[in-house]
């Protein structure tokens, strides 16, 4: 999955073993999958910190956990060690993290999918929120499932149609309506009470 050269390797072990913690791994994350703000994320783990979901390369001394979620952007990824004067620079090449642009030859459904991942669900992410396809029918209608902040939200609505359906409709021609499928009378922890605030995209 991940080509960890050798030199990256016993960088990891230099940094694991300054820190004289028993079992002490690294775990490498992608934030904002799919997204022009995608980035990889390196952090100490302690075994007890691991989610359990995690793909682990056992390495020359340390384990190295790639975070589950995140384990499909990273496929054909590799991290390098340069030394130079100053110490040295850690190079993590992942060519799939950003996602790719579908072309017009992908489906309604595909291009849909995109513009959730690279344009809505970083902005509805600031309320905590989060956007789901569910489904696109035949006459191009786009069934969408609010989540996190969004579920419940009083200000859904006017996301929903000045913020998703715009952005959506502009980017897939194709698509007719959108519409909210999410039952909102369930929602446990709005970002907006009923009758305040305002939209999650501005």
């Known amino acids: 999955m991940i080509d960890i050269?050798?030199?990256?390797?016993?960088?990891?072990?230099?940094?694991?073993?300054?820190?004289?913690?028993?079992?002490?791994?690294?775990?490498?994350?992608?934030?904002?999958?799919?997204?022009?703000?995608?980035?990889?994320?390196?952090?100490?783990?302690?075994?007890?910190?691991?989610?359990?979901?995690?793909?682990?390369?056992?390495c020359d001394g340390f384990e190295f956990h790639v975070d589950g979620d995140s384990a499909a952007w990273l496929e054909g990824a590799s991290i390098d060690f340069e030394p130079n004067a100053t110490g040295g620079q850690l190079n993590i090449r992942a060519p799939r993290i950003k996602g790719e642009i579908p072309g017009e030859a992908a489906g309604v459904i595909e291009r849909v999918r995109y513009v959730l991942e690279a344009e809505i669900n970083p902005k509805v992410a600031s309320h905590g929120g989060r956007v789901t396809l569910l489904e696109v029918d035949a006459n191009g209608v786009v069934l969408l499932q609010f989540g996190g902040g969004c579920h419940g939200c009083g200000m859904?609505?006017?996301t929903l149609k000045h913020g998703v359906e715009k952005t959506l409709r502009e980017r897939v021609p194709e698509i007719t309506e959108v519409r909210d499928a999410t039952d909102h009378t369930s929602g446990s922890d709005p970002y907006y009470k009923r009758q305040e605030g305002q939209s999650a995209i501005g």
């Open 5 to 58: 050269s050798e030199r990256a390797q016993q960088h990891f072990l230099r940094l694991l073993s300054q820190q004289g913690i028993d079992g002490l791994g690294i775990r490498l994350r992608v934030t904002s999958p799919g997204t022009a703000a995608a980035n990889c994320e390196l952090e100490f783990v302690e075994p007890t910190e691991l989610a359990g979901q995690e793909w682990t390369i056992v």
């Open 156 to 158: 859904v609505d006017v």
